[in-house]
C-alpha cells in the first residue's frame, strides 16, 4: 500500500510561484509513475504533469506547458510540481497520484492511477 502526502499549496497572487511536495510511503518508487492532477468543483479532474519514475521522462498539460516543472528526489521518494507564473485558472485542489501500471499512452487519465494523496488547495488571485 502507498500513501501519498501533498503538500506546498496555499494563497498566491497571478505571477507568483509555488512548490507543491508528495511524500511518498515507500521504500522506493522505482516502477512508479507519478502525476499530478488538479481539481475544482464541478468539473473533471484535469491531468497536469506527470514523470516515469525509470525513465524520467516528464509530460504535461497544454494548459501549464512552459509554467510548471514535474521533478523527483529519489533519496527522499518525493516528487515535486514546480509552479511558476501562476494564473487564476490555476486555482484548484491538486492531487499526486501513483501506479505501477500506467502505461506511456495512459498516463493523462487519472482513472489508470491507483494511489491519491488527499490534496492541497491552491487559490491564486489576480
Known amino acids: 500500500q502507498v500513501q501519498l502526502v501533498e503538500s506546498g499549496g496555499g494563497l498566491a497572487q497571478a505571477g507568483d510561484s509555488l512548490t507543491l511536495s508528495c511524500a511518498a510511503s515507500?521504500?522506493?518508487?522505482?516502477?512508479?509513475?507519478i502525476g499530478w492532477f488538479r481539481q475544482v468543483p464541478g468539473k473533471e479532474r484535469e491531468f497536469v504533469a506527470a514523470i516515469r519514475w525509470n525513465s524520467r521522462t516528464t509530460h504535461y498539460g497544454d494548459s501549464v506547458k512552459g509554467r510548471f516543472t514535474i521533478s523527483r528526489d529519489n533519496i527522499k521518494n518525493t516528487v515535486y510540481l514546480q509552479m511558476n507564473n501562476l494564473k487564476p485558472d490555476d486555482t484548484a485542489i491538486y492531487y499526486c497520484?501513483?501506479?505501477?501500471?500506467?502505461?506511456?499512452?495512459?498516463?493523462?487519465?487519472?482513472?489508470?492511477?491507483?494511489?491519491w494523496g488527499q490534496g492541497t488547495q491552491v487559490t491564486v488571485s489576480s
Open positions: 497520484a501513483g501506479d505501477t501500471g500506467v502505461i506511456l499512452s495512459s498516463l493523462r487519465f487519472h482513472v489508470n492511477y491507483d494511489y
Open positions: 515507500i521504500r522506493s518508487l522505482s516502477h512508479y509513475t
